[in-house]
């Protein structure tokens, strides 16, 4: 069974940066997209960073610029680098990859999230 876990939140005062990593395990075969999801009190989640499997890579436009997503294909790891944070960062923050595993078959793929982790930034 796969499963993604999260690291790095906390609190931070604005201005001030943060790193996230997520760790993919299990029986995989492949993993096509890796991204980071937010979801803040009372909103709905959002698509804050994507990467491919090789070197595209999007952004919400309201993070552009202040935030890095970046992959390491050969540990199944994703990282958010955030910097210049502000209170409206403030929410759980999830990872979401795509993956082709030993229960979806080797070429199926299958979309698996994080459990979360919490990024406060105070003003």
């Known amino acids: 069974q796969v499963q993604l876990v999260e690291s790095g939140g906390g609190s931070v005062q604005a201005g001030g940066s943060l790193r996230l990593s997520c760790a993919a395990s299990?029986?995989?075969?492949?993993?096509?997209?890796m991204a980071w999801y937010r979801q803040a009190p009372g909103k709905q989640r959002e698509l804050v960073a994507a990467?491919?499997?090789?070197?595209?890579?999007n952004y919400a436009a309201s993070v552009k610029g202040r935030f890095t997503i970046s992959r390491d294909n050969a540990k199944n790891v994703v990282n958010l680098e955030m910097n210049s944070l502000k209170p409206e960062d403030t929410a759980v923050y999830y990872c979401?990859?795509?993956?082709?595993?030993?229960?979806?078959?080797?070429?199926?793929?299958?979309?698996?999230w994080g459990q979360g982790t919490q990024v406060t930034v105070s003003s």
């Open positions: 990467a491919t499997s090789g070197v595209n890579s």
């Open positions: 299990g029986s995989i075969f492949s993993i096509s997209t």
């Open positions: 979401y990859a795509v993956i082709s595993d030993l229960v979806s078959g080797l070429g199926n793929f299958k979309a698996y």
